[in-house]
């Protein structure tokens, strides 16, 4: 297990087209996380799974996001009609959830420009 | 409102010496507080985790401190090299939640 992989590494669509990224985390972790991280920012909380159930969503995600996480393995992050305002690096990480706190594995992140 | 604050967008220090990074926080209670490196154009790595009921954590040039009456965490790099040059994100875990709050973030540079 390399860690976590996310595909593709840079998109650039044009603004109201739709965009969908993957995320593949450490195959033990049952915790699977979405953020974004804008320039100068620290990641931002998007949503966050635990094995195929999505527990939680930011107010921050518009009904354009949707993610998915199909038996509990890999997730998708779908953007429908991009905006400008949806450049940002996503980030994906993974953990496992226990009784305490564990750090998280991020992937390298995809990043996305809207033109 | 809810705040988490890294003392200062850059930091510039001489190799050698020791690097001091500050995480305060407001209106948040948290079980746990973490500490990341970033560097350009990739995602974040864990270096340490502190409970709230431990003072000090090490881990080898290491070392993290938390006071939760005065809501302050640091984050020290003893004898710093320019590889440790990087941006350092502090995060909160509130346990009432299942995701991290991160700070914005410090990024250090350590001179030759």
């Known amino acids: 297990d390399t860690g976590v992989s996310q595909d593709p590494r840079h998109k650039i669509t044009k603004r109201g087209q739709n965009v969908t990224f993957r995320c593949d985390p450490i195959s033990e972790h049952n915790r699977l996380y979405w953020y974004r991280q804008t320039l100068g920012q620290g990641p931002e909380f998007l949503t966050y799974f635990q094995n195929e159930a999505q527990l939680e969503k930011s107010r921050l995600l518009s009904d354009r996001f949707s993610a998915e996480r199909p038996k509990g393995s890999f997730s998708t992050l779908e953007i429908q009609r991009t905006e400008q305002g949806d450049s940002a690096m996503y980030l994906c990480a993974s953990s496992f959830a226990g009784t305490g706190s564990v750090g998280y594995t991020f992937g390298s992140g995809t990043r996305l420009t809207v033109v | 409102s809810q705040k988490i604050e890294q003392n200062s967008e850059a930091l510039n220090i001489q190799e050698g010496k020791t690097a001091t990074l500050t995480c305060n926080y407001t209106?948040?209670?948290?079980?746990?507080l973490q500490w990341y490196r970033q560097d350009p154009g990739r995602g974040p790595v864990f270096l340490l985790l502190i409970r709230e009921n431990e003072k000090e954590k090490r881990k080898e040039r290491l070392k993290v401190t938390f006071d939760t009456t005065l809501k302050q965490s640091l984050f020290h790099i003893t004898a710093s090299q320019p590889a440790d040059s990087a941006t350092y994100l502090c995060a909160l875990d509130m346990r009432s939640q299942g995701n991290l709050i991160f700070g914005k973030g410090t990024k250090l540079s350590v001179k030759p």
């Open positions: 209106n948040y209670s948290p079980a746990y």
